[in-house]
C-alpha cells in the first residue's frame, strides 16, 4: 500500500512539473511541447543530482508499463481520419518505419557503450585492486 502511495505522489509530481513546463512555453511562446522541454529539463537535473531517481522511480516505472494506454486516443483519432491513411499510408508508414528504426539503431548503440564504459571501469577496478594487494 505505500509503494501504491508512493508511487501516486511521483505521478503527481511529473504531472505538476509537466504542467508547470507547459505553462513556461507558453510564456515564453515557444514552438516547443511544454512536455518535451519538461522531459529536457528532468534528464538534466537526474543526470546533475539535483532531482534524485528515486524520487520519481516507482511512478516513472509506472507511467512506462502504462505507456500503450496513453497512445489508444491516438489510434481511435486515426479513425477518424481514415482518408488521410488512404492518400498517404505508404509514407505515414515510411516515416513510422525509419523514425522507428533509428531509434532502434540510437538505442542499440547507446546500450553498447555504456556496456562498454561498464566493463572498463570494472576491469580499472578490478586492476587498481590487484595492483594495490601486490
Same mark, same amino acid.
Given at each position: 500500500?505505500?509503494?501504491i502511495f508512493? &508511487?501516486?505522489?511521483?505521478?503527481?509530481?511529473?504531472?505538476?512539473f509537466?504542467?508547470?513546463?507547459?505553462?513556461?512555453?507558453?510564456f515564453?511562446?515557444l514552438?516547443?511541447?511544454?512536455? /518535451?522541454?519538461? %522531459?529536457?529539463?528532468?534528464? /538534466? %537535473?537526474?543526470?546533475?543530482?539535483?532531482?534524485?531517481?528515486?524520487? /520519481?522511480?516507482?511512478? &516513472?516505472?509506472?507511467?512506462?508499463a502504462?505507456?500503450?494506454?496513453?497512445?489508444?486516443?491516438?489510434?481511435? &483519432?486515426?479513425?477518424?481520419y481514415?482518408?488521410?491513411l488512404?492518400?498517404n499510408?505508404?509514407k /505515414?508508414?515510411?516515416?513510422?518505419?525509419?523514425?522507428?528504426?533509428?531509434v532502434?539503431?540510437?538505442? &542499440?548503440?547507446?546500450?553498447?557503450?555504456?556496456?562498454?564504459?561498464?566493463?572498463?571501469?570494472?576491469?580499472n577496478?578490478?586492476?587498481i585492486? %590487484?595492483?594495490?594487494?601486490?
Open positions: 500500500m505505500k509503494k508512493i &508511487g501516486f505522489i511521483q505521478i503527481w509530481i511529473l504531472c505538476i509537466t504542467y508547470i513546463m507547459g505553462e513556461i512555453s507558453t515564453l511562446h514552438k516547443i511541447p511544454g512536455s /518535451i522541454i519538461g %522531459l529536457v529539463v528532468l534528464f /538534466i %537535473l537526474l543526470q546533475t543530482n539535483v532531482v534524485k531517481l528515486k524520487w /520519481i522511480e516507482v511512478g &516513472g516505472n509506472w507511467l512506462v502504462e505507456l500503450l494506454l496513453f497512445f489508444i486516443p491516438s489510434a481511435v &483519432g486515426m479513425i477518424q481514415k482518408h488521410l488512404i492518400d499510408g505508404i /505515414i508508414v515510411a516515416v513510422i518505419f525509419i523514425s522507428s528504426s533509428i532502434m539503431i540510437c538505442s &542499440g548503440l547507446l546500450a553498447e557503450k555504456m556496456a562498454n564504459r561498464k566493463e572498463r571501469k570494472t576491469k577496478a578490478d586492476t585492486f %590487484l595492483n594495490s594487494h601486490r
